[in-house]
């Protein structure tokens, strides 16, 4: 399950030399991550073994919210990956930062994710694990959704817990910057060319 975006046309404000429109309010995303994390608590309320998985850094603020709300036991584990650098469209390449991780074999697997665009970076990693890891099972929940930038070589991924759907620009706040910048707004903006 997903939710959009309420469209309804906010101001454009100036924050850290960016021109952005709030998107998704604060409250806004702490009431979905609630409804996610219910979710994830029922999919998950059997398991002994949750590992949850942060994609660092733009994953840091869904991930210590998102987890505050679960209520099965789970680990918690970081990589870090790249693929934007400090530009506002994906390279197409994934850089694999730092993949270290513990043994994963028979545990169950959820990816906590900021955004999927062109979906390259999650095709990467889902397969990267399936590759050298025998999980239990291995679920991605992304804050948001971007299908419209989804690439072909990437159509077979599968959003397990989405929070929201958003359109084909470029988002800041609440873990996303740009450029660096824009990492602890507490609410998702669209940049405003
Ligand atoms: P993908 O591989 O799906 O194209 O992109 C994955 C990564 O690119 C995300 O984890 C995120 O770091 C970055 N990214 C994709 N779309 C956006 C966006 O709209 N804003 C920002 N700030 N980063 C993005």
Known sequence: MSAGTENAASEVI????????????????????K?????????YKDSQNLVVIAVLKGAFLFLADLVRYITVPCEIEFVRLSSYG?????????????????????????????????????????EYLRS?????????????????????????????????????DFMVGYGLDKAGLCRNLPFVARVIQ
């Open 14 to 33: 100036l924050i850290q030399d960016t021109r952005m429109e709030v998107l998704i309010s604060e409250d806004a995303i702490q009431n979905r991550l």
């Open 35 to 43: 409804a996610m994390a219910a979710e994830i608590n029922a999919q």
């Open 86 to 126: 400090n530009q506002m469209h994906s390279s197409g390449q994934v850089r694999p930062v730092d993949l270290s991780l513990p043994n994963l074999a028979d545990r169950d697997v959820l990816i906590v994710e900021d955004i999927v665009d062109t979906g390259l970076t999650m095709q990467f990693f889902t």
């Open 132 to 168: 050298l890891h025998h999980t239990r099972s291995l679920r991605l929940a992304v804050l948001l959704d971007k299908p419209e930038a989804r690439k072909p070589e990437a159509k077979e991924l599968v959003l397990d817990f989405v929070g929201f759907t958003v359109g084909n």
